[in-house]
């Protein structure tokens, strides 16, 4: 099987004014399997903010800026392998696993979808006299 080139994320042209940008925050990780058109990384200018999508699907293998680096306008951010596909756990064929999202809990529901009721509240004993 003859392995695909690696694709490279650069930094796009903004403005015809802008010629650098500085990489606000990366959206992916080195290792991670992203798909054509998902954002990767936020990158600023002096005239505007933006996200960078991937221009296509697979796995991040090397990310060349850091975050609050500078880039010139088409300089490489990073570079992605599309011949790697996603595994059943969210990391790239033999890459290590995404950590878990952490988010907001979610209220107990019952069956239906329904708010699940509250607790019972209870009183302390009172004392006894």
Do not use: Y
Not at 32 to 60: I, Q, R, Y
Not at 77 to 105: N, T, Y
Request: proline letters at 12%.
């Amino acid at each position: 099987m003859a392995s695909s080139a690696i694709v490279e994320i650069q930094m796009p042209q903004m403005g015809e004014s802008v010629t650098e940008g500085t990489v606000l925050e990366w959206h992916k990780q080195e290792g991670e399997f992203v798909e054509e058109g998902e954002t990767v990384v936020e990158v600023s200018t002096d005239k505007v903010d933006a996200e960078v999508p991937a221009p296509a699907s697979g796995t991040l293998t090397k990310i060349l800026k850091g975050e609050d680096e500078t880039i010139e306008v088409g300089g490489v951010l990073a570079e992605l392998d599309p011949s790697a596909a996603p595994s059943g756990d969210g990391a790239s064929a033999g890459g290590k696993p995404k950590p878990p999202k952490v988010g907001r809990a979610r209220p107990a529901t019952k069956a239906g979808g329904k708010a699940a009721d509250p607790p019972p509240h209870r009183r302390p004993n009172p004392p006894e006299t």
